[in-house]
DNA sequence: GTGAAAGCGCTAACAG
DNA sequence: CTGTTAGCGCTTTCAC
């Protein structure tokens, strides 16, 4: 008669408790590895939660600590507007995935978004925590991840936009959520972020151009007003500077592969003996390679080539770019860090944290 | 005196019930829709609930509706598996892009799982649900998986193997918790899948070689033991036979581009005037193309060679692969639409969905 | 049509 | 070191 109730569905901490003969405190505290607990007693409730085969439940849990353990990793940025990367050739499928299908699919077109996920996935699985996918591509989408947020779905998010002028961040710093940033945004604001060392990278582009003999050498830059676009020019310039070579000639391009041809070309225009171009990124290096071929020059023989980033269209490029390279695997788990620590002490400062890239040499230069 | 208990953190329904000078739970009813609420109480309430700037908490809905709205997305597959019994705290931290990393890494090199992540979140988002990523490539991970599941941190799960013989779908059979795959399971189960028609992608290769003028065909297939092997094995004898091709030569590979050039070169040994050749997936058909060149056979001019699944290799192949292309991202939808229906009716019984592949015409035949 | 009250399963003081 | 006692914020009978 006394156990003629038995538990019907998944077993509770109070059926632990009773088959270990103990409180539901007390079986908390030894799942929770908190210290002050009798070993027999946590051999006993050990024995108890592996017989009656218990799970805890995970929302009950989060009622009360006010942490889920999830974490939204949000891909986010315009969905009509040019990607900085990622756009090669976008067309293709689309067939049925509805809407998103093609920012989503052009996404995790570049291997960029892989490495983010294997970096960030390896940071936190060990922590018993977990990525949410989202993606912020229209503005109710990016509601959306304000409001999954707010509602405790997830402890903050890791946000990567492919664009500057993403108003993701502002939203979540005004709502108070806790959130870091691959890359620095537009408007500074008091977030924390990851970034690579962009001046460095221009530099190693600038000594391997120097080192291989170019001395005609010219850049074609992103869209001005992105600030990482600014720090590559920057840092091109001054590396060329400081090795004799104050002027260069600049074009200025919009991250993509057609603006890279139309900026190359100009460039070829003016300076017909051009013999290296740094691009500041593998599509519109993409693009120039396709001219200088066009135009008769070989490349590296003639002008050697230079992109930025590592993506696909790096590789996808004839010849084969050679590029600056991100570690982006060790900057997304450090987003993850910065995260977790935030959770910790709600009140700290932003911080941000630079990367050195390093130069992949391949066959363009 | 009455308020000045004033509500600290983010408000409650009890706030917004106060504010609307209602009850929580009418205050429930609107939020969640249900009828019979007075209309003019109804826009108190969504009032109330603006002007206090409430958002319903998840873990205590989830407490009494059982109800996530998460779903786990899981990429399972054997990586490299140390299995040893010590290693259950091992791992602790593995810093950043670690072991795992090249499991991950790969995985999302192909386009493939970002068309799945695709079809899955279209599908998803417009419900108000959210895959959650997890990665199930060595038997911790999958341990971690079922418990994260039982735990009720997501509804169940969206599975893509990619190994046949993979025993995580049967883990979570076992665990009655809810599941749908990607592909058919080696093993019968009591499982949902969705599934492409393998025999008729074969046929729809077969059909094409022969109306390009192929007479002499030759099909090198995958491991035998996997069933979409056999599939499509069988859809593309039957198609020959039926017309007019009772016999073709066959030899088996392992999926690899190694294992193409190995069963290529068998091929070409028993059979030097071949004039096409069907791969049961793009790998091998690239390995197949590579020998092909070698022995100074031109590829589509003197052989055909169609490849499976469109995936990267087929496009980075020269000349490019004509393939057989699944519609990835509607399969992937439907098997989100398949797991929330079960959710509905967790006795319901296991479906399949079968859909039909098409053939993507490029250079190689 | 609306409110009162009873939990969902867990953690965290606070006593003992 | 362990048990008791309150809730965490929400949904949901069950009366009214």
């Known amino acids: 008669m006394t156990d003629d109730l038995r538990p019907a569905g998944t077993p509770t901490l109070e059926d632990v408790a009773r088959a270990a003969g103990v409180s539901r405190a007390t079986v908390s505290r030894v799942i929770n590895g908190v210290r002050n607990v009798d070993p027999v007693i946590q051999e006993a409730v050990r024995h108890a939660v592996a017989s009656t085969g218990y799970a805890p439940n995970r929302a009950a849990r989060s009622l009360v600590t006010r942490r889920t353990d999830a974490i939204a990793l949000v891909v986010s940025g315009a969905g ?17 995935g509805g809407e998103g299908a093609s920012f989503t699919g052009q996404v995790f077109a570049d291997p960029f978004f892989g490495r983010v996920v294997t970096g960030v996935v390896n940071y936190l699985r060990p922590r018993g925590m977990h990525p949410v996918l989202m993606f912020a591509e229209t503005s109710r989408a990016r509601e959306d991840v304000v409001a999954f947020l707010r509602q405790g779905s997830a402890d903050g998010a890791l946000v990567v936009s492919t664009h500057a002028e993403d108003p993701l961040p502002g939203m979540l710093t005004d709502a108070g959520l806790p959130a870091v940033l691959y890359a620095r945004p537009a408007r500074a604001a008091r977030i924390s972020y990851v970034d690579v060392a962009h001046q460095d990278g221009a530099r190693l582009a600038a000594e391997h151009l120097l080192a291989r003999g170019c001395r005609r050498i010219a850049t074609i830059t992103g869209p001005l007003d992105v600030p990482a676009v600014q720090e590559r020019l920057a840092g091109f310039r001054d590396a060329m500077a400081q090795n004799g070579h104050p002027y260069i000639a600049i074009a200025e391009g919009r991250f993509t592969q057609e603006s890279g041809e139309t900026a190359m070309e100009r460039l070829l225009a003016e300076h017909p003996d051009l013999d290296g171009v740094f691009a500041a990124n593998d599509l519109m290096a993409t693009g120039a390679c396709h001219v200088l071929r066009e135009r008769g020059k070989r490349v590296p023989e003639d002008v050697a080539v230079i992109g930025f980033d590592d993506s696909s269209a790096a590789l996808a490029c004839r010849p084969p770019l050679t590029t600056v ?6 900057m997304a788990a450090e987003m993850a860090r910065l995260l977790i620590e935030r959770l910790g002490k709600p009140e700290g400062a932003a911080t941000s944290v630079i990367f050195e890239p390093s130069l992949v040499v391949r066959d363009s230069a």
Chains 1, 2 share one sequence.
């Open 80 to 96: 009509v507007e040019p990607e900085t990367e990622a756009d090669a050739d976008a067309s293709a499928d689309e067939a049925d």
């Open 325 to 330: 390279r991100q570690p982006v695997e060790a």
